[in-house]
């Protein structure tokens, strides 16, 4: 199996699980936060509905230079649940497009990481695609469930049964 076969199955089962999480954040919370130093529910909610982006920019581009980024920032401003979810839908395509189309060897080569001359990563494009996409999109899908709990909402169940929902293979 190559390896973009391996990533598209997690890929397909991580984006699910974004989404339906994205499916159950409330309208009218946007600027809703746990702490000070939290991020607001709004900007959460859109963190992660266009984090596939940064995975097609592993996957197309050389390396990225946080300190002088080629690509444009997304804007992270929360509108309704049903633009989330369109903008998750849209990144995910062009994610998903991009890893289909890799090579075993492109997947293979470093992909350079840094923020001006301090240097972040030089992984395997494949080892920053899992690392600092996946890793990041779990990571923050499950920050927002955590939000989705502190305002009662229930919490889907993403690789076991929640406290709200039993747990069934998708």
Same mark, same amino acid.
């Given at each position: 199996?190559? %390896?973009?076969?391996?990533?598209?199955?997690?890929?397909? *089962? +991580? /984006?699910?699980?974004?989404?339906?999480?994205?499916?159950?954040?409330?309208?009218?919370?946007?600027? @809703?936060?746990?702490?000070?130093?939290?991020? +607001?529910?709004?900007?959460?909610?859109?963190?992660?509905?266009?984090? !596939?982006?940064?995975?097609?920019?592993? /996957?197309?581009?050389?390396?990225?230079?946080?300190?002088? !980024?080629?690509?444009?920032?997304?804007?992270?401003? $929360?509108?309704?649940?049903?633009? *989330?979810?369109?903008?998750?839908?849209?990144?995910?395509?062009?994610?998903?497009?991009?890893?289909?189309?890799?090579? =075993?060897?492109?997947?293979?080569?470093? @992909?350079?990481?840094?923020?001006? =001359?301090?240097? %972040?990563?030089?992984?395997?494009?494949?080892?920053?695609?899992?690392?600092?996409? $996946? #890793?990041?999109?779990?990571?923050?899908?499950?920050?927002?469930?955590? &939000?989705?709990?502190? #305002?009662? %909402? !229930?919490?889907?169940?993403? &690789?076991?049964?929640?406290?709200?929902?039993? @747990?069934?293979?998708?």
């Amino acid at each position: 199996m190559k %390896i973009a076969e391996q990533l598209l199955q997690d890929f397909d *089962a +991580e /984006i699910s699980n974004t989404r339906r999480t994205l499916e159950r954040v409330p309208e009218g919370k946007n600027t @809703w936060k746990c702490h000070d130093k939290s991020m +607001e529910l709004g900007k959460l909610a859109m963190h992660c509905a266009t984090l !596939p982006l940064f995975g097609s920019f592993i /996957i197309l581009d050389d390396g990225m230079d946080m300190a002088q !980024p080629k690509r444009p920032r997304t804007a992270l401003e $929360f509108t309704t649940r049903e633009a *989330a979810l369109k903008q998750l839908d849209e990144a995910a395509k062009a994610c998903r497009e991009a890893l289909a189309g890799a090579s =075993d060897e492109a997947l293979s080569v470093p @992909w350079k990481f840094t923020f001006g =001359d301090q240097l %972040i990563s030089n992984l395997p494009r494949s080892t920053s695609f899992r690392m600092m996409f $996946f #890793n990041h999109m779990i990571h923050h899908t499950a920050q927002l469930g955590v &939000y989705l709990r502190l #305002n009662d %909402i !229930p919490v889907p169940a993403l &690789y076991g049964p929640s406290a709200d929902e039993q @747990w069934s293979p998708r």
